[in-house]
């Protein structure tokens, strides 16, 4: 889900043509859940989930059965779209756009529903609990960029200024998280869950990349 608020500003070429721009920032959440068959675990200390690499520093970090994830993300995104636009019809005119959106993540909060284990082992016994406003530092990647197409009309109601409503479909070209973007021996260091198999500790990320379908309602002066 993602609620939307910013500003766009359109460079004209001609009357027909022009580049279309802003600022704009993206309140989103994700959701995720475990099927009962998978066991998903992570370590934390107060409200701070703790990396592959930095197990070994926190000793007194507790464990925990993922069993639900909500995740909630704030982008700063930029869009860089060409815009064709008709000749007014009436008080009317009609638009598309096709170029890229590119976001930066700036805040990332988790909420869990799970189990915490006692006595820090895979064989202790389960006591469900919440956790709320969890941080996972490298979670989530920092750049998202996507490409999409919308079309739109704007209305002219009065003097310069246009009431308008646009509608977009954008692709991800890139993963929502960080563990998906990485490979190689690092694949590993910053995720956060695991599952235990053969003994050892098997690290994972939640896989996810957007498909987004847009609705824009302004107004233009």
């Known amino acids: 889900a ?7 500003v359109n460079f004209s070429f001609n009357q027909n043509i022009g580049l279309s721009t802003g600022l704009e920032f993206d309140f989103e959440s994700f959701k995720y859940r475990v099927s009962a068959v998978d066991k998903i675990y992570y ?36 869009p860089t779209m060409l815009l064709f636009r008709t000749n007014m019809i009436g008080d009317f ?10 976001s930066f993540v700036v805040s990332n909060t988790i909420n869990d529903k799970g189990f915490n284990i006692t006595g820090d082992s895979l064989a202790g016994l389960p006591v469900a609990s919440e956790n709320s406003n969890m941080k996972a530092k490298g979670d989530m990647f920092f750049l ?11 209305w002219n109601f009065t003097g310069n200024t246009s009431l308008f409503a646009e509608l977009g479909f954008y692709y991800g070209l ?16 910053d995720m956060t ?29």
Do not use: C, W
Request: aromatic share 10%; proline share 2%; no cysteine.
């Open 2 to 8: 993602q609620n939307s608020i910013g500003m766009n």
């Open 43 to 78: 370590h934390y200390v107060d409200s701070k989930i703790i990396k592959k690499e930095d197990l070994s520093a926190n000793p007194t970090a507790k464990l925990y059965n993922l069993q639900e994830r909500k995740q909630k993300a704030t982008y700063v995104s930029i």
């Open 93 to 102: 005119r009609y638009y598309g756009k096709f170029g890229a959106r590119t």
């Open 144 to 154: 998202r960029s996507t490409i999409g197409l919308a079309a739109g009309a704007e």
């Open 174 to 189: 890139t993963p929502v998280h960080f563990g998906e973007a990485v490979t190689g021996e690092d694949k590993e260091r």
């Open 193 to 221: 869950m695991f599952q235990r198999i053969n003994g050892e500790n098997d690290y994972l990320t939640f896989s996810a990349k957007q498909k987004q379908i847009v609705l824009k309602i302004g107004i233009l002066f």
